[in-house]
């Protein structure tokens, strides 16, 4: 069983900067280093969305509204990824999931970590 524990959420200002943690946990061995982690966000009524995850190769990928803003990093070793997002912006409140997949059909979720960003 995969445990993911996300920190880091709260209230911020508008303009300001935020960073995320999730840290895995649990019975899978190497799979952390061969599985896309990352960070998907979600606001009540809409669907989950993209923010930024990363591939198994080390390649980035960023939802389009927070290009230039955000920046996604990994460490295997400690099976742990952050997310650094600047300028946050009153739209950016959600509530921000870190997510683990692959390979094969393995998906796991964190409880998700609240975000507020004040005007």
């Known amino acids: 069983q995969v445990r993911l524990v996300e920190s880091g959420g709260g209230l911020v200002q508008a303009g300001g900067s935020l960073r995320l943690f999730c840290e895995a946990s649990?019975?899978?061995?190497?799979?952390?280093?061969?599985?896309?982690v990352g960070w998907y966000r979600q606001v009540p009524g809409k669907q989950r969305e993209l923010v930024a995850v990363?591939?198994?190769?080390?390649?980035?990928t960023y939802g389009d509204f927070v290009k230039g803003r955000v920046a996604i990093s990994r460490d295997n070793a400690e099976n742990s990824v952050s997310l650094q997002m600047d300028n946050v912006r009153p739209e950016d409140t959600a509530v921000y999931y870190c997510?683990?997949?692959?390979?094969?059909?393995?998906?796991?979720w964190g409880q998700g970590t609240q975000v507020t960003v004040s005007s």
């Open positions: 997510r683990m997949s692959g390979p094969g059909p393995s998906d796991y």
């Open positions: 649990g019975s899978f061995g190497t799979t952390f280093d061969d599985s896309v």
């Open positions: 990363f591939s198994p190769s080390g390649v980035p």
